[in-house]
């Protein structure tokens, strides 16, 4: 599903934040922005409840910039007469606010969520046959060392080098990312002056910003500032994951192991959360917390796949005890391989590209399974002509 984006119109900060919970609840990945002249949302979600007159306007100002953008009015009354009204306005839904524990808060929130579900089929549907939907791919740690990076920039080359289309990379760990280190890259520009540069960050200007890779995977840098990306920087992430968003079909962000403001940012817009653990207890236990906080979130724990990192024979922790402890089926494993990944690691050269250890074949494994490339299709052999086709 691709991701939408809403735009909540309100003066009541609470209200957009239940709002946003609501839109993120649905299934599927949503970034909330703030509306813009020059890029429309996919939704706009319009508080009339204290202000009815003033709500109904803006209403019939959208709908008159934006002809074909979905509106959904919420007031706090089921009245005929303001439903009537919204809808000549120009609002495709109406919403009566309900909150609590209560049937009617829940059919609310149900019907609220189909609708948001119904939007994104239409723009699937619509955007069929044209460019494909960006597809946004989080990996995120259980600990420091669990084996994030070299996951996400293992599995970002073989999707570049695979699908031979747009494909990037985002350092968005917290203080000092890696993965241009990882991929044997000096860059000049990090994803900090991406999200200062919004105003002019176009297909050209970011051409500027990125490196790109020999695998033809671009990498947008962590930051080198300890104390950033944070809290502040948390709406310009979504902003920038939504302009990549119309350049590239598929971004990977390596979240390093902490839930910040920016990496939530991540966790909205991501079709795909991947939790790399390792089979250890501090790891299974700091898997559990993070499912909770995703719950807590709203981000969709639906979309979380469990990936086991440094997978051998020595661990007592089996992997269906693993499975029992999270609640989620291991998704796919990684062998332990600590003298193949650390050479790779001091090379600057992916393991994808220059070895074929079992690992690295394991790599390719999760590549392939999301591009959708089954395993036991092989590309057909180069057809070279007969010797005596040549004469």
Not at 318 to 326: G, R, V
């Amino acid at each position: 599903m691709a991701q939408l984006a809403a735009s909540i119109v309100s003066h009541d900060e609470e209200f957009k934040r239940q709002v946003a919970r609501l839109l993120r609840a649905g299934g599927g990945p949503v970034v909330v922005v703030e509306s813009r002249a020059d890029a429309a949302p996919d939704v706009f979600v319009v508080d009339i409840r204290t202000d009815a007159p003033s709500g109904v306007a803006a209403i019939e100002r959208m709908r008159a910039n934006h002809g074909t953008v979905a509106i959904f009015a919420i007031a706090t009354v089921t009245d005929p007469d303001l439903i009537l009204q919204a809808m000549r306005a120009g609002a495709n839904e109406f919403f009566c606010w309900t909150q609590g524990q209560t049937s009617a808060a829940r059919a609310m929130e149900e019907s609220f969520q189909g609708a948001v579900r119904r939007i994104a089929a239409r723009r699937d549907a619509t955007s069929a046959g044209t460019k494909a939907p960006c597809v946004t791919h989080v990996f995120l740690g259980t600990k420091g060392g669990a084996g994030t990076t070299t996951v996400s920039v293992n599995c970002a080359v073989e999707m570049a080098r695979l699908s031979k289309r747009p494909t990037i990379i985002i350092d968005l760990k917290p203080c000092l990312g890696e993965v241009a280190l990882f991929l044997g890259v000096r860059p000049r520009f990090t994803v900090i002056d991406a999200i200062e540069n919004l105003h002019r960050l176009d297909k050209d200007f970011l051409r500027e910003l990125v490196s790109t890779h020999k695998s033809g995977l671009d990498i947008l840098a962590g930051s080198d500032q300890f104390d950033r990306p944070n809290t502040q920087d948390a709406g310009a992430i979504e902003e920038l994951l939504r302009v990549l968003g119309r350049i590239y079909e598929h971004i990977i962000i390596d979240a390093g192991n902490v839930i910040n403001a920016s990496v939530v940012a991540g966790l909205y817009a991501a079709e795909t959360v991947f939790l790399v653990a390792n089979p250890d207890v501090p790891s299974i236990r700091n898997a559990q917390r993070l499912v909770d906080r995703v719950r807590q979130l709203g981000a969709g724990s639906e979309r979380i796949k469990v990936l086991l990192n440094r997978v051998s024979d020595q661990h007592l922790i089996a992997p269906k005890q693993i499975e029992t402890a999270l609640g989620y089926s291991i998704h796919h494993t990684f062998s332990s391989d600590y003298r193949t990944v650390a050479h790779a690691l001091n090379s600057g050269v992916p393991l994808a590209l220059t070895n074929h250890s079992e690992i690295a074949g394991q790599f390719g494994a999760l590549s392939r399974n999301i591009l959708g490339i089954r395993d036991d299709v092989k590309p057909e052999p180069e057809k070279r002509p007969r010797f005596l086709g040549l004469l």
